[in-house]
């Protein structure tokens, strides 16, 4: 990684509780149960105002 983005402190003009809704799409295809279960709760555990603004989806393609 080039940039160290752990240490960038970022301003943000909207209010707390005006923050947009938020979907997230995770795709499936020949991943492990156990890697899936690791990125949806990485999803779950995501820092963000208004946990209910969160929108997880899980589409899986195995057989197409």
């Known amino acids: 990684n080039m940039h160290d983005y ?14 947009p809704e938020v979907d997230i799409f995770v795709t499936k ?3 492990s149960t156990e890697l899936v279960e690791k990125i949806l709760v990485a999803c779950q555990n995501m820092k ?7 929108h997880i989806y899980l ?4 057989n197409r």
Do not use: R, S
């Not at 752990?6 to 923050?19: A, Q, S």
């Not at 589409?59 to 195995?62: A, E, L, M, R, V």
């Open 48 to 54: 963000y105002p208004g946990k209910g603004k969160v």
């Open 29 to 31: 295809a020949n991943e």
């Open 59 to 62: 589409g899986d393609d195995y």
């Open 6 to 19: 752990d240490h960038i402190k970022l301003e943000t003009p909207v209010l707390k509780g005006n923050f």
